[in-house]
């Protein structure tokens, strides 16, 4: 971004002679099948960012999941490969930093393990996750860095701690394969997206169910679908579900061809769009659009609701950012305001 501000202030001439800006190719070899950014980096004395990077040092950083288990690790701003992780026997299918920027990375494969690596370090493998017996789809971290969720071709999800690697519990109340997953911002809630058109809400310290929305066919007057009627039963696999940034929304694909998204506090979608070929989904950082990209190769935008967060979530996220839920349980409180700040008053 700083070099193209950069470049925007030149004169009309001098921009011809250095020529526009133009697109970056990274070349990875192989088939793309993850990518993930690590956490945007703090600016160096002075407001700059280090344009040579070296690990450790303050640069954005990509990573590619490819389609012979290799990961190459690049840095944006000059397309410099830093890295070859090498450890996967099979494709590479996800991938997620942790987001407090320490540069660990854990990347997801249908060799059905997941592979913890220290970009800081050289990009040492730091452990192996094994546990699945399907192709792992799925892998995020929670905001504060103390737990994993993985999803593969299973019913159940798995839930990892980051600070030991061990197997905290698995996750089980899906009647199909589960596919995506995401913590909320706060990382008090757990949501998990399954073949059998399902998003179950989970409490990641307890591994209680707190809600289940249920993807069923829209009223007829809204269901372009003309072999479709409203009198017919029918869901639809779901592909993906991710957590609005302020935590107050999710968004959902469906095999169904369409884009809902969801208020926390509802059970029913509370805004929708018709799409073709939905795969995935993701919001943009700061709120109020979402991409979603599709089997035919294109990525599409979406305008999402926004919302002012009440003071009353505001002092709940701010909470259980730090606090886990047995915490929150032992606090001498109201019994009501422990369900408000457990997410147990829907």
Not at 17 to 38: D, H, M, N, P, Y
Request: aromatic residues 8%; positive net charge.
């Amino acid at each position: 971004c700083k070099t193209s501000e950069r470049k925007s202030r030149g004169s009309k001439a001098e921009a011809r002679s250095r020529g526009a800006a133009k697109e970056k190719t990274l070349e990875c070899g192989q088939i793309v099948w993850g990518l993930a950014f690590s956490a945007w980096p703090p600016a160096a004395e002075g407001g700059e960012t280090d344009p040579a990077c070296a690990v450790g040092l303050p640069c954005l950083i990509l990573a590619t999941g490819l389609n012979d288990g290799q990961i190459k690790v690049w840095e944006v701003q000059t397309g410099h490969l830093l890295f070859s992780l090498l450890g996967h026997q099979d494709v590479v299918r996800d991938l997620s930093f942790a987001p407090n920027g320490s540069l660990i990375l854990v990347s997801a494969s249908r060799d059905k393990t997941l592979r913890v690596w220290d970009l800081s370090r050289d990009g040492r493998q730091v452990q192996v996750l094994s546990g699945h017996v399907q192709w792992v789809y799925c892998c995020s971290i929670s905001p504060d860095c103390s737990m994993l969720c993985s999803a593969a071709g299973e019913k159940s999800a798995l839930l990892w701690s980051m600070r030991s690697y061990t197997l905290i519990r698995r996750l089980e109340g899906h009647q199909s394969s589960v596919v995506s997953c995401d913590f909320s911002p706060d990382s008090a809630l757990l949501v998990t997206a399954s073949y059998d058109a399902c998003v179950i809400m989970w409490d990641p310290y307890t591994g209680e169910q707190l809600r289940t929305l249920r993807h069923v066919p829209l009223h007829s007057a809204l269901d372009y679908s003309s072999e479709v009627h409203s009198s017919e039963v029918h869901t639809s696999s779901l592909r993906s579900v991710c957590f609005s940034p302020e935590g107050l929304y999710l968004a959902t694909v469906a095999d169904d061809r369409l884009l809902r998204i969801w208020a926390l506090e509802l059970r029913s979608p509370v805004a929708f769009a018709p799409m073709t070929n939905g795969l995935c989904c993701m919001y943009f950082p700061h709120g109020g659009f979402i991409a979603t990209g599709t089997r035919d190769g294109h990525v599409q935008f979406w305008t999402a609701p926004r919302v002012l967060s009440s003071l009353k979530h505001l002092c709940r996220k701010a909470l259980r950012t730090f606090l886990t839920t047995y915490q929150v349980l032992a606090l001498p409180i109201p019994r009501k305001l422990k369900e408000f700040l457990t997410y147990r008053t829907f």
